[in-house]
């Protein structure tokens, strides 16, 4: 199985500042098609996950411009350009290459 | 807009089987996959399996492999966890998601306990 490892795994931001999470797998996520299947998603107090990033760094329908995803290969990184209070919550990365799909640990994001 | 509906709360015994429910809506759910996800107390998301809805074609991960099966109802643009032989480790909400977790359910806790 691919491990995916997050870090760090929590992050207290001041408002308004930004936030960059890293997410490491122990092996090249780039699939036999020639894409990165690496998507990062947000999970809310209470909420289900939401995708957030897809294919490492394509956002998807209505999630602000404030999050860029980026990397490639084993390394990836999302940043929030300027933390806001509902982006409050756990986020994570998740490889779609291979099955099983896996989960990195979870990075908490909280208000300083 | 897509929706996945899924069944209420379960409280089972230990050695009990649960089913849970998805129903999906706002897409084609006969030409699409679905994963099913749980996330235990304080614990990261762990994948369970996935289906694809075309074929019935399914695929495991080995930690639940022996004690899952997850089917779907085209008909009813349904997809279907169940688990068996439930132990109190089993204790978590799950969660179905469609395609690459674009969309995901509003999550069903289930609690194992005697």
């Known amino acids: 199985d691919i491990v995916m490892t997050q870090t760090p795994l929590s992050s207290p931001v001041t408002l308004g500042q930004p936030a960059s999470i890293s997410c490491r797998s122990n092996?090249?996520?780039?699939?036999?098609?020639?894409?990165?299947?690496l998507s990062w998603l947000q999970q809310r107090p209470g909420q289900p996950p939401r995708l957030l990033i897809y294919k490492i760094s394509n956002r998807f329908s209505g999630v602000p411009d404030r999050f860029t995803g980026s990397g490639a290969g084993t390394d990836f990184t999302l940043k929030i350009s300027r933390v806001e209070a509902e982006d409050v919550g756990v986020y994570y990365c998740?490889?779609?290459?291979?099955?099983?799909?896996?989960f990195g640990q979870g990075t908490k994001v909280e208000i300083k | 807009q897509v929706q996945l509906v899924q069944s209420g709360a379960e409280v089972k015994k230990p050695g009990a089987s649960v089913k849970v429910s998805c129903k999906a809506s706002?897409?084609?759910?006969?030409?699409?996959?679905m994963h099913w996800v749980r996330q235990a107390p304080g614990q990261r998301l762990a994948w369970m399996g996935w289906i694809n809805a075309v074929d019935g074609n399914t695929k495991y991960s080995q930690k639940f492999q022996d004690r899952v099966t997850i089917t779907r109802d085209t008909s009813a643009s349904t997809a279907y966890m169940e688990l068996n032989s439930l132990r109190s480790e089993d204790t978590a909400v799950y969660y179905c998601?469609?395609?690459?977790?674009?969309?995901w359910g509003q999550g069903t806790l289930v609690t194992v306990s005697s």
């Open positions: 706002g897409y084609p759910f006969n030409r699409s996959t």
């Open positions: 998740i490889q779609g290459t291979q099955f099983p799909r896996t």
């Open positions: 092996q090249s996520l780039v699939h036999s098609d020639g894409n990165t299947y």
């Open positions: 998601a469609v395609g690459a977790f674009d969309y």
